[in-house]
């Protein structure tokens, strides 16, 4: 006859485990799976998706507005670096749509054809996103080289409007994000967990457990908040170009200071097609160090050595770890319980551990 145990354990946690014989799988061999699903309470994180899209959502709303006033004072101003953070300000109008079709997506259900979702979309979209910022730093760079060669005084007195504007901008909005990223606590949960002795695999999703472990949408946010820091560093050169020519400075600090704008615009853009690149090449999470995590899992009891480990990532927060371990002799609980530690440990998404018979 068949054995079959369950077990149960509750405080923040849950856990279940079956074993069933072997010879009735027929298998003369045992293969180890287990099956881990970590993460809040369904209604807390609904309510922390909700307030941080609505955040998001109001943030997009004032900075798009603002990205059409602020172009518009630059070309009344005549100013190359107003109309080089106006630009850089579209960059975070992008960057935060992005973050709100992703947080979208992110609730989407995987489909027999998406297997995985549409995680994919986040990193595609950033592509896109990039390559467009380097089209508009050319641009850029081509006016203010024309400004240079034959310099025209702008409008000091409105650049330092227009710049101030921008400033409150984008500091109300930060403001806004922070709230949204900080405001409210999270709740930890283990997950279910299953093991068969006869063939098996490991699964996980995790999620944030105390705070310290990052989290898809939280990433997300802060991402759209290091934006609009760095489009407030474009408003300050902007300002501090408009200050200068009021106090008498050569019409030349205007097209130089556009030169700085598109630095941060470049740097920015940068990181954002390197991250995009990497994840779209499965490239292993900078967090997920391959031989940490294979010394985790090696340090686990039971476990003789690790194999056909692969660490990668689908997009922002969305973690994966697949391993095959071998055990002289494996409990028939082993896979499932090095998935739990490894989702526990890492907060990921998706974990899957084969163990195979020494």
């Given at each position: ?97 992005v973050s709100l079709v992703a947080m979208r997506i992110a609730g989407a259900k995987p489909s027999a054809r998406f297997t995985f979702g549409l ?117 300050v050169a902007a300002f501090s170009a408009g200050l200068a020519m009021k106090l008498g400075a050569s019409p030349i600090v205007d097209p130089l ?70 055990a002289a002799s494996a409990p028939a609980d082993l896979g499932m319980r090095v998935a739990a530690h490894l989702r526990a440990k890492y907060a ?11």
């Amino acid at each position: 006859m068949a054995a079959k145990e369950h077990g149960h354990e509750h405080e923040h946690e849950h856990e279940h485990a079956h074993a069933h014989d072997a010879n009735e799988a027929g298998h003369g061999h045992g293969h180890g799976h287990g099956h881990g699903h970590g993460g809040e309470e369904a209604g807390d994180v609904a309510r922390k998706e909700r307030r941080q899209a609505r955040r998001l959502a109001m943030v997009l709303v004032l900075i798009a507005a603002f990205f059409v006033v602020e172009l518009l004072g630059a070309k009344a101003a005549s100013s190359d670096v107003l109309e080089a953070d106006a630009y850089h300000l579209l960059m975070d109008v992008l960057a935060i749509a992005v973050s709100l079709v992703a947080m979208r997506i992110a609730g989407a259900k995987p489909s027999a054809r998406f297997t995985f979702g549409l995680r994919r979309a986040e990193p595609l979209a950033a592509l896109l996103n990039a390559i467009l910022v380097f089209a508009v730093a050319i641009e850029i760079v081509r006016d203010s080289v024309e400004h240079l060669q034959s310099p025209e005084m702008p409008k000091s007195g409105l650049m330092l409007i227009i710049a101030t504007a921008a400033l409150c901008v984008n500091g109300l909005s930060a403001w806004l994000l922070h709230g949204a990223m900080h405001g409210g606590h999270a709740h930890t949960h283990g997950g279910h967990a299953h093991a068969h002795a006869g063939h098996g695999h490991g699964h996980g999703h995790g999620e944030e457990e105390d705070g310290t472990h990052p989290h898809a949408h939280h990433l997300n946010m802060r991402g759209a908040w290091l934006h609009l820091m760095g489009d407030a560093l474009g408003s300050v050169a902007a300002f501090s170009a408009g200050l200068a020519m009021k106090l008498g400075a050569s019409p030349i600090v205007d097209p130089l200071a556009s030169f700085a704008v598109v630095i941060i615009l470049v740097v920015g853009a940068s990181r954002l097609l390197r991250d995009a690149v990497l994840v779209l090449l499965d490239a292993a999470p900078t967090r997920l160090k391959v031989e940490r995590v294979r010394a985790a899992i090696l340090a686990h009891p039971g476990v003789a050595s690790v194999h056909a480990l692969h660490v990668w990532s689908l997009g922002t927060g969305h973690d994966a770890i697949t391993a095959h371990v071998r055990a002289a002799s494996a409990p028939a609980d082993l896979g499932m319980r090095v998935a739990a530690h490894l989702r526990a440990k890492y907060a990921l998404e998706y974990v899957t551990v084969q163990v195979d018979p020494d």
